[in-house]
């Protein structure tokens, strides 16, 4: 009867944990449960040593590779949904970027470098050699952009969804806000009009992340990002092709961005995506995963690129 007491108590313990997780910590609970799906969908963990630590990848899959670089802020299971379909046909390296998820460094400012850094190491650990194809949604795109500009030999492709390596405008505004109406209105910037609200209690989670989490970490270090924006000389000099992916409802990140570096990138085409916005992985998976299938697939043909080629925008 004590140990029938126990179980109860502590399965009742557990429930009241459940509930004040999902009412005060929803973000760490969404985690938790896209990282499970990265497991399901038939993924595994592994550690990488990089320079800045320990780095946490999940891996699985076979076929050509594919890395799936994050934004800022978020973490692997950023994938979750497109992960399942993706590792049908390639073999699928999806780290935490250093300093998110359970990557180091676990505190203290992130830099550019220490991303980079272990991003390289990451595909310099796990392709085995082989040619990589980059896919970056906003700051996984500008890591995935510093990576095929020093090392090209590297990488079969770039696609960058809704980010780049070039100077855009200051996000600090909109990526760490102070309070629930800062919070609604930086979604409504990354979001298309359409979605359903988001709940005042996930606008106080974000607005509690903004001030310790990934991001008010690499907010820290503005003063030394400069160094590793691209300019269009630079870009023109990334040989491999950029097939630039990007939500049409993006005020964040608008599509003038984009269309800035069609211009300088060598070889380029820009595909958007009706009524969606800054992360088409989590809010419009199958659009996105029609958009990535075809610029994989048109790496295996010569690609005009010319301002007149019908796959330019």
């Known amino acids: 009867m004590i140990v029938l007491i126990a179980i109860v108590a502590a399965v009742a313990a557990a429930g009241v944990w459940a509930v004040w997780m999902l009412r ?7 985690a ?17 040593a990089a320079p800045a630590g320990p780095q946490t990848v999940f891996a699985g899959g076979g076929g050509p ?8 802020g978020g973490q692997a299971g950023a994938w979750f949904r497109v992960t399942r379909e993706l590792a049908k046909t390639h073999r699928l390296i999806v780290p935490d970027l250093a ?48 990576i095929a500009h020093r090392h090209p030999e590297r990488v079969a492709m770039v696609v960058c969804i809704d980010g780049g390596a070039i100077r855009g405008p200051d996000l600090s505004a909109h990526l ?10 930086s979604l409504a910037q990354t979001r298309d009009s359409g979605r359903e609200p988001v709940p005042g209690f996930v606008l ?24 590793y924006t691209l300019s269009d000389a630079q870009l023109h000099e990334i040989t491999v092709p950029v097939r630039l992916v990007w ?41 996105f995963l029609t958009a990535l299938n075809s610029a994989v697939d048109s790496s295996q043909s010569t690609v005009d690129s010319s301002p007149t080629h019908p796959g330019r925008q």
């Not at 590779?65 to 800022?72: D, I």
């Not at 400012?109 to 990451?122: D, G, H, K, T």
């Open 32 to 48: 938790w449960q896209t990282r499970l799906a990265l497991r399901t969908s038939g993924l595994h963990k592994v550690l990488v």
């Open 99 to 146: 300093g998110h998820g359970a990557s180091a460094p676990m505190s203290g400012p992130i830099e550019v470098r220490q991303m980079l850094e272990a991003a390289e190491a990451v595909v310099g650990t796990l392709a085995n050699g082989e040619r990589v194809t980059l896919v970056g949604n906003s700051l996984g795109a500008w890591i995935a952009m510093l």
């Open 24 to 30: 005060y910590r929803p973000l760490t609970v969404f």
């Open 247 to 287: 939500g049409a409802s993006d005020r964040l990140v608008p599509i003038e961005y984009a269309q800035r570096m069609l211009k300088a990138l060598p070889d380029a085409t820009l595909v958007t995506l009706d009524r969606c916005g800054h992360v088409p992985p989590l809010e419009c998976p199958d659009a």
């Open 65 to 72: 590779v594919l890395v799936l670089l994050h934004g800022a």
């Open 176 to 185: 760490l806000p102070k309070n629930r109406s800062e919070a609604r209105e």
């Open 204 to 227: 106080d989670d974000i607005v509690r992340q903004a001030r310790t989490g990934p991001l008010a970490r690499f907010a820290a270090t503005a003063a030394s990002m400069e160094a």
